[in-house]
């Protein structure tokens, strides 16, 4: 079997990638000023024993506009909840769960980076977007949109936070 020039830049790419990985895990200055550059998010950042646990929630809501105008009320995205006892070994909903909250985090982060027309195009905003467009709504509704709210726990007697609130967007 030979290997061809083709094969071996996608092992150096593959590679350098999983080296990248690693180092992406280590507190370092040096190491951080790479992942700034890091414009796909392609080099992950595991925090299994976070040194600053999260203290915020992130939700996402969606509501639909029906052809007169008329506007439904908000309706949290919520991630069916139903367990049984293989979901200590496989849990597909726990990865819908994470996504959505990925999504709104970095939607979040990109708000502060950017101005909400630029964001508009941004990956996080696309799939939150398809994720809204995709949810169960009334008949005949035409058009939908979507908000990020930020609550601080839910011991918290803090009011939650609209971070933001999407353009309504035909379906």
């Given at each position: 079997?030979?290997?061809?020039?083709?094969?071996?830049?996608?092992?150096?790419?593959?590679?350098?990638?999983?080296i990248l990985s690693i180092l992406g895990?280590?507190?370092?200055?040096?190491?951080?000023?790479?992942?700034?550059?890091?414009?796909?998010?392609?080099?992950?950042?595991?925090?299994?024993?976070?040194?600053?646990?999260?203290?915020?929630?992130?939700?996402?809501?969606?509501?639909?506009?029906?052809?007169?105008?008329?506007?439904?009320?908000?309706?949290?995205?919520?991630?069916?909840?139903?367990?049984?006892?293989?979901?200590?070994?496989?849990?597909?909903?726990?990865?819908?769960?994470?996504?959505?909250?990925?999504?709104?985090?970095?939607?979040?982060?990109?708000?502060?980076?950017?101005?909400?027309?630029?964001?508009?195009?941004?990956?996080?905003?696309?799939?939150?977007?398809?994720?809204?467009?995709?949810?169960?709504?009334?008949?005949?509704?035409?058009?939908?949109?979507?908000?990020?709210?930020?609550?601080?726990?839910?011991?918290?007697?803090?009011?939650?936070?609209?971070?933001?609130?999407?353009?309504?967007?035909?379906?």
């Amino acid at each position: 079997m030979t290997t061809t020039i083709p094969d071996i830049v996608v092992i150096v790419i593959f590679c350098a990638w999983f080296i990248l990985s690693i180092l992406g895990q280590i507190r370092i200055d040096q190491v951080q000023k790479i992942r700034k550059k890091d414009l796909f998010s392609i080099i992950p950042q595991y925090n299994f024993f976070a040194p600053t646990p999260g203290t915020k929630d992130f939700h996402v809501l969606t509501r639909n506009k029906f052809p007169d105008g008329d506007l439904t009320g908000w309706k949290e995205v919520m991630i069916p909840k139903k367990r049984s006892w293989w979901n200590i070994v496989w849990n597909p909903y726990r990865r819908e769960k994470k996504a959505i909250f990925d999504l709104a985090t970095t939607l979040a982060k990109e708000l502060k980076a950017y101005n909400a027309e630029s964001v508009q195009i941004s990956m996080s905003y696309l799939a939150l977007l398809n994720y809204a467009s995709n949810m169960k709504r009334f008949p005949g509704t035409t058009h939908c949109q979507f908000m990020i709210m930020m609550t601080h726990g839910f011991f918290s007697g803090e009011q939650p936070i609209i971070l933001f609130t999407s353009n309504m967007h035909r379906i």
